[in-house]
């Protein structure tokens, strides 16, 4: 039976601990009206009449609203109450007896942690993925987990829909976004919240936009890329740089100089200091002692990020055009660039003192596609810094925000607004393949 991926979007697990004073009928309704579209009775306790029983009862209203029933690990009670489904774990019956029991007329789930355990799962006729858990989860303490690269790993591997699970809630979910799952399995976040109809909703609105995600970057014709921690791992030079410049002057600098000068074109850093600091000198002679400060690194030490080169290739051989916009000089930016073998990828570099605005604004970005021709809806701003993705976004590009260390803290406000969210580059190139 084939499995329509679209009932995989949010998948409601059964736990019986979180009933309280609902009945779990009572709690499977509600998440049904809140949007649920696949619901699975998961019982390890009940006997065989009870949980015949109710399985009979949640059967018959999801068939009420037109979604599927899965029952967990236990083929008899999933054949006598005419279920959609039954799914097994690893360590439970092996997939291709559960398949030879059912027939072809009922669903398949299978929990995967590996490549090959979801490749061998396909191979005995499983028509959907369980993968996880992809978070720690205390509904199952023991469960193996199962990282952000091999989930993407899984997803490129088999045919059949995946589903993630394990320790998923409304908080953290927006961080599998770009990894190629069809959509997310939920116990404590679905069962435990007081409200469980509204609380589906807004469940099945975050997992319809980590679906979405994986079509973002597929679908792109053009590519605008910042340049430190996006492309670069250079930001230890501008670490640095703001405190050592005034250093070098015999200037104390103030709290909270980094997070300005991050904020800041080149330009704007040099009319900073003399606005600031008192600094008399012209802000082409600043700008050239802080150039004069990072242009040996640059020059001689920059390296890519981890998969960057890989990940530039894989786009090139796609047919996508590239260019690069930055606040950092250009004549830094090509020399980095050319020494790392990767210049050659970009049609044009465009800097914030070239173009006279910062990434407060959007006007580098817009610079930038209209040089690559490509519409803003096809055109993905690859961007680390929070407020730089933000004005992307806000301008109507396709925002792919990268993970950097020095963004840690903003990292929740890039799950929310980013299109695709990429931890590794390396992982990219698997998800894009």
């Known amino acids: ?6 009932s995989m979007l949010l998948y409601a697990v059964t736990d019986r601990a979180w009933t309280g004073e609902r009945t779990l009928y009572q709690q499977v309704e509600q998440a049904l009206r809140g949007g649920a579209t696949c619901v699975q009775l998961r019982e390890k306790e009940l006997n065989y009449d009870d949980f015949l029983k109710e ?17 967990n690990d236990n083929v008899d009670i999933a054949l006598a109450c005419g279920a959609d489904g039954v799914h097994v774990g690893q360590h439970d019956m092996q997939a291709r007896s559960v398949r030879e029991r059912i027939g072809n007329g009922m669903l398949l789930g299978v929990s995967a942690q590996t490549v090959e355990q979801a490749r061998e ?3 005995n006729g499983a028509d959907y993925l369980g993968v ?43 961080q599998l976004k770009s990894t190629g799952i069809d959509g997310v399995a939920l116990v404590s976040a679905i069962f435990a919240a007081e409200d469980i109809e509204s609380e589906c909703r807004a469940l099945k609105k975050r997992s ?39 250093l070098n002057r015999g200037i104390t600098p103030r709290a909270g100089l980094a997070e300005k000068f991050h904020t800041l074109s080149l330009k704007q850093s040099a009319e900073y200091y003399q606005s600031e600091y008192g600094i008399t000198d012209s802000v082409d002679v600043i700008m050239d002692d802080i150039n004069a400060m990072v242009e ?3 020059f001689s030490e920059v390296l890519p990020k981890d998969g960057v080169c890989g990940f530039l290739e894989q786009l090139r051989e796609k047919g996508v055009k590239m260019c690069v916009a930055t ?42 596609c209209e040089h690559l021709g490509t519409p803003k809806g096809e055109t993905a701003v690859f961007e680390d810094a929070f407020y730089a993705a933000k004005t992307a976004k806000d301008a109507d590009f396709v925002l792919a925000a990268v993970y950097d260390r020095h963004e840690k803290e903003h990292q929740k406000e890039l799950f929310e607004i980013a299109d695709a969210y990429i931890v590794s580059f390396n992982e990219m190139r698997d998800f894009l393949d």
């Open 1 to 6: 039976m084939s499995c329509d991926k679209n």
């Open 55 to 71: 399985a009979l009862e949640l059967r018959a209203l999801c068939k009420s609203f037109g979604v599927p029933f899965i029952v």
């Open 121 to 123: 799962a396909e191979r």
């Open 132 to 174: 996880g858990a992809v978070f720690a989860t205390s509904t199952k303490p023991d469960a193996d987990f199962v990282s952000r690269e091999e989930l993407i790993k899984i997803c490129k591997a088999v045919s059949i829909p995946v589903v993630a699970i394990g320790g998923i809630s409304r908080e953290n979910m927006l």
């Open 208 to 246: 319809e936009r980590i679906v979405a995600s994986n079509d973002a970057l597929r679908s792109i014709k053009g590519a605008v890329f910042d340049l430190d921690r996006t492309l670069l791992d250079s930001m230890y030079v501008w670490d640095n740089i703001c405190f050592d410049y005034l």
């Open 296 to 298: 040996k690194r640059y």
């Open 327 to 368: 606040a950092t000089d250009r004549h830094l930016v090509e020399a980095a660039l050319e020494r790392n073998g990767i210049l050659h990828y970009f049609s044009d570099i465009f800097t914030c003192t070239a173009i006279g605005h910062g990434k407060d604004e959007p006007n580098i970005y817009n610079a930038a």
